[in-house]
């Protein structure tokens, strides 16, 4: 019996369509002959007019060809048919053409330019290349910080501090006002003949001749400027330039989320087609150099031994009595709560710390310092220890790898960023005696004046701090810690050593790592206005440090982060920082009785204030358009409009994904229908050749 | 700006914008590269589309492609007659496909043929267990390297055949989220 190839023709033909699938019955009927035919790609459909296909996409022909899957030479000629066959069409058509043509050649020109300037486009792609796609996007991400804290700094300088420097250089336009004596004693300057080391202690804590400086927020006076035509309020332009950064920094995490974003919703995020996809889709194309191809080899084969493995592992886990269930989900249980006390644990430990440390403030000398640096020390050495201790939990618990993973990260994710928290926390009860406005000390001047002259600063100089001890910690671990280790290996040949092993370059702690310092300098921004300036020059530092262990001391990872989700995941974790960054913001804008001694606001009974007070002085027209705009009478239609749009997206977007999972469905149905179909045609084959010999033998 | 090249006419500098994802200075410097695969072969002036083509073994001694496992298959899949020789149209279009612009349909079609060693237009039991084999090389014992292929059609196949068809691919990479990036090459 021989199989058809026209018969299957009928069934596969496709006159119209792409000229991709249509090919297929020339392609298999020739198979036979040899391969050295033109018969590698897919025939062109040269009937097909040219306003067919501009209906199917705006973009005009040359979109389309682009994507085309035809071989070069036939695309221009393709190309060259288009453009003599003239299209009949309207004038208005022919115009809005043209505009397109002109706003593509616009938009490859800038992707042009902007290709000359991006920052360590090189530098980038041979880590892409060398170590994959998941350390590319701890760099990616850095470069991302590196340039918003470099906008935010222009913003700052730009609407506070030139002005601040222009005006007190011109003569002062301080607004003075009667207020309570004692409070408003301020007096940051050193007394008397000051030893040089001191400058370099000074430097370091933020105290000293620091304090009293554009640095931090006690510096910066209420000026207000007012000319015939021109007039400068700097308190409220201290105040909208925080919340503008603040903004600032939102809508690109945000617009940075959306691509990302559309990524992982197309995908589904399905667990499902594991293996397919590791034997599709893992290869790096962009692998460079004989070690990293070797590397992507083998880490190619542990993923797959590691899904083989989770597979068993599922299945064993499957097979468990009820009672091994019960002890491994109480076993569970007891080690969450372990982890948890574990952290809380070491919230404990800052709290005190920080008390200790604001208490014995105004130390000289290396005591001083190190009372000073006491938080940041006990913030890092918990940062760097509760995960260990996790890690080994973990192993107990006996989740499923990727699970591990997950609960690892959430867990740090929490550690890191609460730990601020309470520092915070612990700040806040000392400057305002925890809130009690009628505590001894806070009664005058509704904040503790006695410790907190000027409380602004000292909370700019605790984030200071912070900043800087990260990247003291840093350049440190770097030093003392991964270069050693590289040259033991390397040189040493006993067992531990080889045990040891190389660094392995691990993206989620050090994406933890970034988040945290970003969380600091917005939380510190309103309180010390060079804190984004100091930290894209700590980025910076960061980077080439990062790249350098990474090219001498590390070897790439075999477990590797998925570079698409992870980028999704490290903007959600850089919004929760921003979030709590905010809540600080807002707290000490509204709540907080400012400094009556130093500072921009200090005249008025809370930052806030200002706003009202200025608004007031406003032109009446101005003022009322904006009671206007937030009366009732405009944002409830505006909440209402806004609600009615919000549903039409969601049903829009839940009406697709219902298509898509129909069309899934049809297309497991027409191959099931193409299978019934090639059976029947074979089905009828044998009956007509059955019946052949039958009909020969009559005659 | 600066001196006026005679390597394309602009014409033909306009075609190659249009047909691929590059601009005009990558064409150019994609030339030069092209170029510095055989000088003596490759002349520098393109202007009259002479017809000259570099076999198989030059084309894959680039640094981008030399240690790509599938470099023969990308090769042969670009070149009109199957046996991997490349004139400067289909070494454009070749970089045009894995560059970072091209959409996930294209860059799909154009794997799939890299992936189908047997040029049948299906992806059977053995294009699969040479895929992986390139990919691992040969450490898997046969036994895990038969559970994976298995597994893998298993997920894919859709219309039930025990191979994958185009549809049964592309359906299975649209859900792959790293498809794109890791279908790049960088030049």
Not at chain 1, 259 to 284: E, K, L, P, Q
Not at chain 1, 422 to 439: N, R, Y
Not at chain 1, 482 to 490: I, L, S
Request: net charge neutral.
């Amino acid at each position: 019996m021989d199989s058809d190839p026209q018969g299957l023709s009928m069934v596969y033909d496709d006159p119209e369509g792409n000229g991709y699938l249509g090919d297929q019955p020339s392609l298999r009927s020739q198979q036979a002959s040899s391969r050295a035919s033109n018969q590698n790609h897919p025939q062109f459909n040269w009937s097909s007019t040219p306003a067919e296909k501009d209906e199917e996409d705006g973009g005009g022909p040359p979109r389309d060809l682009r994507s085309s899957p035809l071989p070069m030479a036939l695309k221009r000629a393709v190309r060259q048919v288009q453009q003599m066959q003239v299209p009949v069409v309207s004038s208005r058509e022919s115009w809005r053409r043209n505009k397109a043509k002109s706003l593509r050649k616009l938009k490859d020109s800038i992707r042009g330019f902007l290709y000359f300037f991006a920052l360590w486009r090189k530098t980038l792609q041979k880590i892409g290349g060398n170590f994959g796609g998941g350390v590319q996007s701890f760099f990616l991400f850095l470069r991302f910080l590196v340039v918003l804290n470099f906008v935010s700094f222009l913003l700052i300088a730009g609407f506070v501090l030139i002005p601040s420097i222009v005006f007190r250089s011109v003569g002062t336009h301080l607004v003075n006002s009667t207020g309570k004596e004692e409070c408003m004693q301020y007096d940051p300057n050193p007394q008397g003949l000051v030893l040089f080391y001191n400058y370099f202690l000074d430097l370091l804590s933020g105290t000293g001749f620091m304090e009293y400086s554009y640095m931090f927020y006690g510096y910066y006076n209420n000026t207000l400027v007012e000319d015939r035509n021109f007039s400068y309020n700097i308190p409220l332009a201290y105040l909208f330039t925080s919340f503008f950064y603040f903004a600032f920094c939102f809508i690109c995490i945000i617009a940075r989320m959306g691509t990302a974003a559309r990524v992982a919703v197309a995908t589904g995020g399905s667990a499902v087609g594991n293996y397919s996809m590791i034997v599709f889709t893992s290869w790096d194309y962009g692998c460079l150099g004989d070690q990293a191809t070797k590397l992507k080899q083998k880490n190619i084969h542990y993923r797959l031994q590691v899904d083989l493995e989770e597979e068993s592992l599922k299945k064993r886990a499957a097979a468990l009595t009820t009672k091994q269930k019960v002890i491994l989900y109480s076993l569970r249980v007891l080690m969450s709560l372990v982890s948890f006390g574990l952290i809380i644990g070491a919230f404990y430990a800052i709290f005190l710390a920080t008390e200790f440390s604001q208490g014995k403030s105004g130390q000289q000398g290396i005591m001083g310092l190190i009372y000073e640096y006491l938080p940041s020390i006990v913030i890092t050495a918990g940062n760097f220890v509760v995960p260990l201790l996790c890690d080994q939990i973990a192993l107990v618990e006996q989740y499923a790898p990727s699970t591990t993973v997950i609960v690892a990260l959430f867990r740090a994710v929490f550690l890191r960023l609460v730990s601020l928290g309470v520092l915070l926390f612990t700040l806040w009860s000392q400057i305002t005696c925890e809130g009690d406005k009628t505590d001894k000390k806070c009664e005058l001047c509704y904040y503790n004046y006695k410790n907190y002259q000027c409380w602004e600063t000292r909370i700019g100089q605790e984030m200071y701090k912070l900043t800087l001890f990260d990247l003291l910690i840093n350049i440190a671990v770097l030093i003392l810690v991964e270069f050693p280790r590289r040259m033991v290996v390397d040189n040493w040949s006993c067992k531990l050593a080889q045990w040891m092993g190389r660094q392995e370059f691990v993206v989620p702690a050090n994406v933890l790592g970034l988040v945290y310092g970003q969380t600091v300098v917005w939380t510190g921004a309103l309180f010390c206005p060079l804190l984004p300036l100091i930290n894209t020059v700590k980025f910076v530092i960061l980077f080439y440090c990062k790249k350098i262990t990474l090219v001498h001391n590390c070897r790439p990872a075999l477990r590797t982060f998925r570079s698409t989700t992870s980028a999704f995941f490290f903007l959600v974790v850089l919004a929760v920082g921003w979030g709590l960054a905010t809540v600080v913001l807002v707290y000490s804008v509204a709540q907080i009785h400012p400094s009556m001694g130093c500072g921009p606001f200090r005249f008025s009974p809370s930052m806030w204030l200002i706003v009202p007070t200025t608004f007031n002085s406003l032109s009446e027209t101005t003022k009322e358009f904006l009671f206007f705009i937030g009366s009732q009478a405009f944002s409830i239609p505006l909440c209402v409009l806004s609600g009615v749009v919000l549903c039409y997206f969601a049903s829009l977007a839940s009406v697709y994904g219902n298509s898509v999972a129909l069309l899934r469905a049809q297309l497991k149905l027409e191959g099931r229908d193409k299978q019934f179909l090639v059976k029947q045609i074979e089905m009828l084959g044998q009956q007509l050749h059955i019946s052949k010999p039958s009909t020969g033998a009559q005659d | 700006m600066g001196n006026k090249q005679t390597i394309f006419t602009d014409e033909q500098l306009d075609a190659y914008q249009d047909c691929t994802f590059f601009t005009r200075k990558e064409i150019l410097r994609l030339h030069g590269r092209y170029h510095e695969l055989a000088p003596h072969l490759v002349p520098m002036d393109y202007t009259k589309d002479p017809d000259c083509k570099l076999p198989l073994a030059l084309i894959v001694n680039m640094p981008e492609l030399k240690e790509n496992p599938f470099r023969n298959r990308i090769v042969e899949s670009f070149s009109e007659d199957g046996m991997g020789n490349l004139s400067f149209n289909e070494f454009v279009d070749m970089f045009s496909v894995l560059s970072e612009m091209a959409p996930r349909e294209l860059k799909a079609i154009y794997a799939f043929k890299i992936y189908d060693f047997n040029v049948d237009n299906y992806l059977c039991k053995e294009d699969l267990e040479k895929t992986l084999n390139k990919l691992t090389k040969e450490e898997l014992t046969p036994e895990e390297v038969e559970l994976v292929c298995q597994k893998a059609i298993e997920e894919a196949d859709l219309d039930g055949d025990n191979k994958l068809s185009f549809a049964d691919f592309e359906n299975m990479i649209t859900r792959a989220p790293d498809f794109l990036s890791t279908f790049h090459i960088r030049i």
